[in-house]
């Protein structure tokens, strides 16, 4: 994994689109490009007119590189300290704050003590990787102030073909035990599994068993994302999971191109999220992020019937 450094403006800034995820109203980004290589992360298509991939003569699409910025604890420091208006800032949106080239410079530990060492912040935690435990003194200091997630994507049983579209984040089985183990500490937990993909994560049993894990870890709120086809997630995801021997998950993940396949599958993700938390938790904890533009205007009409939990992302 090359790694790159690429110098960033802000260290804490606002995030209109992650407030109407109901995510968080500010952001702290450490980087350009995780160094966990996911196939199905959309960072590549957010950012690809930054400059920083022209200069560097990169593509923001490839999975081979991480562009991190070691100096970000300094700006935040600064933001935590200068901006009037504070609140639920994210940490991180577009890359990982405990990525293996963040953990080099202590990155996560650092910006998450520098937003919690200022009143009136609170912090959302999101890693997919179990090196944040090593954290958990800072997190112990200001357990009202902070909210835990890791990024669960598959129940364990999933972890080999995981692996080949998250090939450097931690297996999903030692996120799971992270996430319970912040629980057992008294911390303030929340569950993020996005995406859950077609043919690997979709099935009614691998939700039965996420959404346990949320109900056992008493979720304050659980996140739930179909798969984005942003730029070229859908190509990459592809042919990662090809070249690894899982042909019928290709397969299948390949047919979500045609609107009318992915609108089926979205409708369905929604239908078995929801069924299943009624029936292990809370509904009223649900937050399926969705975008709609895909949906035909038939599951639209089907969705809209019992929407709870649905938060609709459309431009509107």
């Given at each position: 994994m090359e790694e790159y450094h690429w110098p960033l403006r802000n260290g804490i800034t606002r995030t209109r689109g992650f407030e109407?995820?109901?995510?968080?109203?500010?952001?702290?980004?450490c980087g350009l490009k995780c160094g966990h290589g996911c196939t199905y992360c959309s960072t590549g298509a957010v950012l690809r007119r930054h400059k920083a991939f022209k200069e560097l003569g990169?593509?923001?699409?490839?999975?081979?590189?991480?562009?991190?910025?070691?100096?970000?604890?300094?700006r935040v420091a600064r933001d935590a300290a200068s901006k009037h208006e504070r609140g639920l800032v994210e940490l991180c949106t577009l890359v990982d704050a405990w990525s293996p080239e963040a953990q080099k410079y202590d990155l996560g530990r650092r910006c998450l003590e520098a937003i919690l060492s200022q009143p009136g912040w609170t912090a959302?935690?999101?890693?997919?990787?179990?090196?944040v435990a090593k954290d958990f003194d800072v997190i112990d200091k200001y357990k009202s102030r902070v909210l835990?997630?890791?990024?669960?994507?598959?129940a364990p049983d999933k972890n080999m073909t995981m692996?080949?579209?998250?090939?450097h984040a931690s297996p999903n089985s030692e996120r799971i035990s992270v996430l319970r183990e912040a629980h057992s500490r008294g911390f303030r937990t929340y569950a993020m599994f996005c995406p859950l993909l077609p043919e690997i994560s979709d099935w009614s049993q691998q939700i039965d068993e996420l959404m346990g894990i949320a109900a056992e870890c008493e979720a304050e709120e659980i996140f739930v994302e179909p798969v984005n086809l942003r730029g070229r997630a859908l190509p990459l995801t592809c042919d990662a999971l090809w070249n690894n021997g899982y042909l019928n998950e290709a397969v299948v993940l390949a047919s979500l191109k045609d609107k009318q396949v992915w609108s089926e599958y979205a409708r369905e993700l929604i239908l078995k999220v929801q069924q299943s938390v009624r029936r292990r938790?809370?509904?009223?904890?649900?937050?399926f992020l969705l975008y709609p533009s895909r949906l035909t205007p038939a599951d639209t009409v089907r969705i809209k019937k019992d929407d709870i939990g649905v938060i609709w992302l459309d431009r509107k």
């Open positions: 109407k995820k109901r995510l968080a109203q500010f952001a702290v980004n990169l593509s923001p699409f490839e999975n081979s590189y991480a562009i991190v910025d070691p100096d970000t604890p300094v959302r935690i999101l890693t997919k990787n179990v090196a835990f997630g890791m990024s669960i994507t598959a692996a080949a579209v998250e090939p938790y809370d509904i009223s904890r649900l937050r």
